[in-house]
């Protein structure tokens, strides 16, 4: 279905030009999707141009949007606000939507009571109260809080039992509690131990050091040696704690650091958290299903995130991330109580950060692609894309690699399920039997590969993938029809930019091309091509699989050219393994010697059969059976 004037009229009909927040309806009223503009009247236009939005779920919008209502708003900073509210009350299905926090811990230090206790809770609430978190790993989480109790001196009991207990603990008599509910400890000692923990807690590691430094020379210098004792072991303690933090940031304030990373529908951020300038925490999101832009999943996502969790000075983000910051920054702001610095570092310490997080967002990607659910919907789409019956289960791709047209090779990577299957791979020395050039190139491998699968029926791809366009597609269906075998196939080309020195630079997509007509019938003439969306998840399914292989032929090529630069004329001798080749040369003593021997001399070498040392006096020169070989003077082989 597509869009008509009239439609578009009517659903922009009351539409103002204004900031505001817009929500899309269906036939039966519920909200499918919420976004905010400084412009609505624009900003909802351009869902109904044909080059207007790019995102997936737009193309379905004609077929399910009934209307489309909006909220006025005095600025950006309002939109944003609202647009969230929006989004958790509605849980629209196209909108980004954070999963639920509880399944993260956080510390609870009520510095109000009178004596005071750290706590492990699951939700963070407005009491007052200095809370640390959330945290993801709960070992983590867990180690840091035994350490502060047992090293800090804080009481582990509840509120109910303090007041009911007139007798010490167990705790007490370990020398983890100073016994605050037997009145065997003054408020002022146990408020110093409450102080040094949230300094621990707030990342001040210095600070902590230099305080129970001063209590173990105070203590010695009084000759209570126990306690200076117990405050070595506490600083010791304290510091082996501090030399597992991996990273530390020149600066005091507490700062994000949002790494994100994407492919197709998948998405994945990385958090991480420095507290005092000490790296402390990583929170992992990964998202499946995402149908918005970059920009928007970013902003949503900070929005979401900085709800439930505690605000820092300073918000690092990718480089090429959210264009604007002012709205993101006001709202952060506004919910902090104070002023939130969000920007991108080009340089310096906390682009390192922002470099590291992103690193820890693509293995939280990768680590999401790999998933059932994930796998499966990017197999089905891939199927939707080409036309196929069901989604495949045994892909196969191959690509070419050759440097100036040296030691050409090729390389079939398979993919079961959506999975790397590498016992499965395999690479091809290119013997030239169908001339020069990729092309004939893929054909050689591609009639290799063919010809075993009548001996491996388990083994036929329900796909075959090739790195290219259509010259290597038409080979492939040439190939396969000279064989009587009909697989699927499809074509990748990569995508590019044109500059043609004068008027705007081109960027061309990534391209898929499949034959016209029934799989494997097709005369290797007509093709047709697929221009997918940029996110969507069966193309970057396909185009994963296409690097695989690129990287896999070209570490075969290498190593391949390595061996030929660094090994001896003696290799690759049909006939002359390692045996022969060291019996040649314990014989001969150096390469020249044997080049300048004669056949018959050759075949004085026991072992060496006479094919084979024919063989190694016509690679070494071309002079005929029989006839001596006098090397050049002052020159020699080795």
Request: hydrophobic share 40%; aromatic share 6%.
């Amino acid at each position: 279905m597509s869009w008509t004037p009239e439609r578009i009229d009517e659903l922009l009909r009351n539409v103002p030009p204004e900031p505001g927040v817009y929500l899309m309806r269906d036939r039966a009223g519920r909200v499918i999707y919420v976004g905010k503009a400084i412009h609505l009247r624009n900003r909802v236009s351009n869902y109904f141009q044909p080059s207007g939005d790019p995102r997936p779920f737009v193309r379905m919008l004609s077929g399910i949007l009934d209307r489309i209502d909006t909220v006025v708003t005095t600025n950006e900073k309002e939109a944003l606000i609202l647009e969230n509210e929006l989004i958790k009350k509605h849980r629209p299905p196209f909108n980004v939507l954070l999963r639920d926090d509880k399944s993260y811990l956080y510390l609870r230090l009520d510095t109000g009571a009178a004596w005071p206790r750290l706590e492990l809770v699951r939700r963070r609430r407005d009491d007052g109260a200095t809370y640390f978190g959330p945290y993801h790993s709960a070992a983590a989480v867990r180690a840091t809080f035994g350490l502060v109790n047992r090293h800090f001196g804080l009481r582990t009991c509840t509120d109910t039992t303090f007041r009911n207990r007139s007798r010490p603990c167990l705790e007490h008599a370990m020398g983890r509690c100073p016994g605050p509910c037997a009145n065997l400890a003054s408020a002022e000692d146990y408020r110093d131990r409450v102080e040094a923990a949230l300094l621990f807690l707030r990342g001040r590691h210095d600070d902590v050091r230099r305080l129970l430094q001063a209590r173990m020379h105070a203590a010695a210098e009084a000759e209570n040696f126990e306690e200076a004792a117990r405050q070595r072991d506490r600083l010791k303690a304290i510091e082996t704690a501090m030399t597992r933090q991996a990273v530390v940031l020149p600066t005091t304030e507490d700062l994000d650091a949002i790494g994100f990373a994407r492919s197709g529908d998948c998405a994945a951020f990385a958090v991480l958290r420095f507290e005092g300038g000490v790296l402390t925490e990583r929170v992992p999101f990964v998202l499946d299903g995402v149908v918005a832009p970059e920009e928007d999943l970013l902003e949503s996502f900070a929005v979401q995130y900085y709800g439930r969790s505690p605000i820092p000075a300073q918000v690092l983000l990718p480089p090429t991330q959210l264009e604007r910051t002012d709205p993101l920054e006001a709202v952060l702001a506004a919910r902090g109580g104070r002023p939130v610095r969000v920007h991108r570092p080009g340089r310096g310490p906390a682009a390192d950060a922002v470099r590291m997080a992103v690193h820890n967002a693509e293995l939280l990607l990768a680590e999401g692609l790999t998933s059932g659910d994930t796998r499966n919907r990017a197999l089905a789409r891939v199927a939707e894309l080409l036309g196929l019956d069901r989604p495949p289960r045994r892909i196969e791709t191959f690509d070419m690699s050759q440097f100036q047209s040296a030691e050409p090779v090729g390389a079939m990577v398979v993919f079961l399920e959506g999975r790397p299957e590498k016992r499965a791979w395999r690479t091809f020395g290119v013997r030239l039997e169908d001339g020069p050039g990729d092309v004939g190139f893929m054909r050689e491998v591609l009639r290799r590969r063919v010809a075993r699968l009548d001996e491996s029926p388990e083994e036929v791809p329900d796909l075959i993938v090739l790195d290219g366009g259509e010259a290597q597609l038409a080979v492939a269906v040439e190939v396969l029809a000279a064989a009587g075998h009909s697989i699927p196939l499809v074509a990748l080309a990569k995508a590019r930019v044109v500059d043609r020195g004068f008027g705007p630079v081109e960027r061309v997509p990534e391209r898929l091309f499949v034959p016209e007509g029934a799989w494997g019938v097709a005369d290797g003439s007509t093709f047709r091509r697929i221009v997918p969306e940029a996110h969507d998840a069966g193309l970057h399914l396909l185009m994963r699989m296409r690097d695989e292989a690129h990287r896999f032929v070209v570490t075969f090529h290498r190593k391949r050219r390595s061996k030929r630069e660094t090994g001896s004329v003696l290799d690759a001798i049909p006939g002359l393994g390692r045996s022969r080749r060291t019996a040649l040369l314990r014989h001969f003593r150096t390469v020249g010697n044997i080049r300048a021997a004669t056949l018959d001399e050759l075949l004085q070498v026991p072992g060496l059969p006479r094919p084979v040392a024919l063989a190694v006096f016509e690679r070494l020169h071309d002079a005929p059976p029989g006839r001596p070989f006098v090397a050049a003077p002052g020159r020699q082989n080795r």
